[in-house]
């Protein structure tokens, strides 16, 4: 049996439920092929099923009806067989997909090792040179020689600026009793920080804003004072960002 021929009247079942308004049906020319052709006559025939109904039908669609039973071809054996004419097709639709350009350029991506996506030395070099020519500001006089100090530094020096860092600097003419004690603002005792005789000299003590406990204190404002027997006193005010 002719697989075309097979094949064409299957296409024409799938065919037939878009079809609507126009009436075809399939027949042979004279060279014994198979034809679509098409009828103008759209009138309805009455039938009788096995069970007695009235069921209506167009005159192509009893055409093709005797033509399929012609064929002695059972409907699965039809269905199996379009089945795999399907199957090829789409088959050879994914072949050629995979030969497209986009494809052969992701599979040869692919092939490549992750190796070649890592930069080379030259690479990172010249990209933080790059960073560095973006942030650069010109004209600025950077001093090859010398010392930095912070202008707050310098009016501490100068006493432009009142010092209330956490560092007690004071000095001794001679020996003689010396207690350093840590104030609230309310006058109460924090910390006593040194007590005890020393010699001559300039000394200089860092308080590291803890109570005699060992308490971490809060932020504020505290006074230092350095008793220099029963004669001198040295007072400094104590800041905790």
């Given at each position: 049996m002719n697989k075309k021929y097979i094949f064409f009247l299957s296409f024409i079942t799938i065919l037939l439920p878009f079809l609507q308004e126009n009436s075809y049906a399939i027949s042979r020319n004279s060279n014994d092929l198979v034809i679509l052709q098409h009828i103008d006559s759209t009138s309805l025939v009455d039938t009788k099923t096995s069970s007695g109904e009235n069921q209506k039908y167009y005159d192509y669609q009893d055409s093709l009806y005797k033509k399929f039973l012609s064929l002695n071809v059972t409907s699965r054996t039809l269905f199996n067989f379009n089945l795999s004419l399907t199957e090829d097709a789409w088959n050879n639709i994914l072949n050629n997909t995979s030969e497209l350009p986009y494809q052969s350029a992701l599979s040869s991506l692919n092939a490549v090792p992750s190796v070649a996506f890592i930069p080379t030395g030259v690479e990172m070099m010249n990209y933080q040179a790059n960073l560095d020519a973006?942030?650069?500001?010109?004209?600025?006089?950077?001093?090859?020689?010398?010392?930095?100090?912070?202008?707050?530094?310098?009016?501490?020096?100068?006493?432009?600026?009142?010092?209330?860092?956490?560092?007690?600097?004071?000095?001794?003419?001679?020996?003689?009793?010396?207690?350093?004690?840590?104030?609230?603002?309310?006058?109460?005792?924090?910390?006593?920080?040194?007590?005890?005789?020393?010699?001559?000299?300039?000394?200089?003590?860092?308080?590291?804003?803890?109570?005699?406990?060992?308490?971490l204190m809060p932020s504020g404002d505290y006074i230092a004072e350095v008793r220099i027997g029963n004669s001198k006193f040295i007072r400094k005010r104590i800041v905790i960002p």
């Open positions: 973006a942030s650069y500001i010109p004209f600025v006089n950077k001093p090859n020689y010398g010392v930095r100090v912070p202008l707050r530094d310098i009016g501490v020096f100068l006493g432009l600026v009142e010092d209330t860092s956490p560092e007690i600097v004071y000095s001794l003419d001679g020996s003689n009793e010396v207690e350093i004690v840590i104030y609230s603002i309310q006058a109460k005792v924090i910390a006593t920080l040194y007590k005890a005789i020393q010699r001559p000299g300039k000394f200089k003590i860092t308080w590291n804003f803890r109570d005699d406990n060992g308490r």
